[in-house]
């Protein structure tokens, strides 16, 4: 418990805040290795400015923009796509192309 206090405070403080979290996110990315290691599985990255929000899942056509605030949209080839599971759906067929 006070080891997350800590972490919560460092996080505030700007000098730190990115060091800490990119140390984290290297933490969690080695454990993510480690137990697909462990269970024989592949672990696939990818490109964290892959606009998997934007393309559609059906037809692969890519918006040109999406706000934030946009949480369902139709694409022209008429599916309508919820944000995240659209999102979801690329980020599966992506890694699954890389591995």
């Known amino acids: 418990m006070v080891l997350g206090v800590d972490m919560h405070n460092r996080v505030k403080n ?3 805040a990115r060091a800490v979290s990119g140390t984290a996110w290297r933490e969690f990315h080695s454990m993510l290795e480690y137990k697909a290691a462990w269970y024989g599985r ?13 393309l559609c899942s059906a037809c692969g056509t890519m918006r ?5 605030n946009v949480r369902a949209w139709t694409c022209d ?7 995240d599971v659209n999102a979801a759906r690329n980020v ?4 699954l192309a890389e591995s």
């Open 14 to 16: 700007r000098s730190l």
């Open 42 to 54: 592949t672990l696939v990255a990818v490109d964290r400015w892959f606009p998997s929000s934007k």
């Open 64 to 68: 040109a923009e999406m706000p934030l």
């Open 77 to 83: 080839c008429g599916q309508v796509h919820d944000r």
């Open 92 to 95: 599966l067929a992506a890694g």
